[in-house]
């Protein structure tokens, strides 16, 4: 199983970015996938999960990103807008599997740079 994240890229303050993440060898469906991202010296950040229809997101990106997944929930989606300089960062994706024990996959992760 992998997960693969795309879509990152230089983009400036206000504009928009959607980034992608999608899982491979696949025999079984997530119960839950989500973005986290990270700053160099700076410990991971919860951005915004999906499990079972309903979202959640951190506050700082609330109302800005949105998160999606599609039918398979093989993959997941970031529609980030409204881009801030403090959004800069390397996004990770994960995926969760509840199956009696919970394991997490996580993607190698896509930069996210903001210009001023």
């Known amino acids: 199983v992998q997960l693969q994240a795309s879509g990152g890229g230089l983009v400036q303050t206000g504009g928009s970015l959607k980034i992608s993440c999608v899982g491979t060898?696949?025999?079984?469906?997530?119960?839950?996938m989500g973005w986290y991202r990270q700053v160099p010296g700076n410990q991971r950040e919860f951005v915004a999960h999906?499990?079972?229809?309903?979202?959640d997101y951190s506050d700082s990106v609330k109302d800005r990103f949105t998160i999606s997944t599609n039918n398979a929930k093989s993959a997941i989606y970031l529609q980030m807008n409204n881009l801030k300089t403090e959004d800069t960062a390397v996004y990770y994706c994960?995926?969760?599997?509840?199956?009696?024990?919970?394991?997490?996959?996580w993607g190698q992760g896509t930069q996210v740079t903001v210009s001023s």
């Open positions: 994960y995926g969760q599997r509840v199956y009696g024990r919970t394991a997490e996959y």
């Open positions: 060898g696949l025999t079984f469906r997530f119960n839950a």
């Open positions: 999906i499990w079972s229809g309903r979202t």
